[in-house]
């Protein structure tokens, strides 16, 4: 238990950080999942349409926080590469 005020409120800082953090994740992974999905039912045009909206919000997430930059531009490589197969 946080017993001073400034511990009290990092700790309410804390949580709603971890909130939207949160919802941010789960955000990202709705849109990886389904670019996933259309690549395993081999539907490459839609993919290939969806992807910009799959790179934003990698790069999002980057910005915020919620991945490091390098493993955004990783994911962004790797999917890139299984659209071009």
């Known amino acids: 238990m946080p017993i001073t005020k400034s ?3 990092a700790k309410r800082q804390s949580e709603r ?3 939207r953090n949160l919802a941010k994740k789960q955000e990202l992974q709705k849109v990886l999942k389904s ?20 790179q ?8 915020k926080g919620i ?13 890139a590469l299984a659209l071009q197969k």
Not at 35 to 54: G, H, Q, Y
Not at 56 to 63: E, F, N, P, Q, S
Request: charged content about 45%; aromatic content about 6%.
């Open 35 to 54: 670019f996933s999905r259309l690549m395993k039912e081999k539907k490459t045009d839609e993919a290939k349409a969806f992807f910009p909206k799959v």
């Open 56 to 63: 934003k919000a990698l790069d999002k997430a980057a910005k």
């Open 7 to 9: 511990a009290i409120k």
């Open 17 to 19: 950080r971890r909130v």
């Open 67 to 79: 991945l490091k930059k390098n493993s955004s531009s990783r994911k962004k490589s790797r999917l």
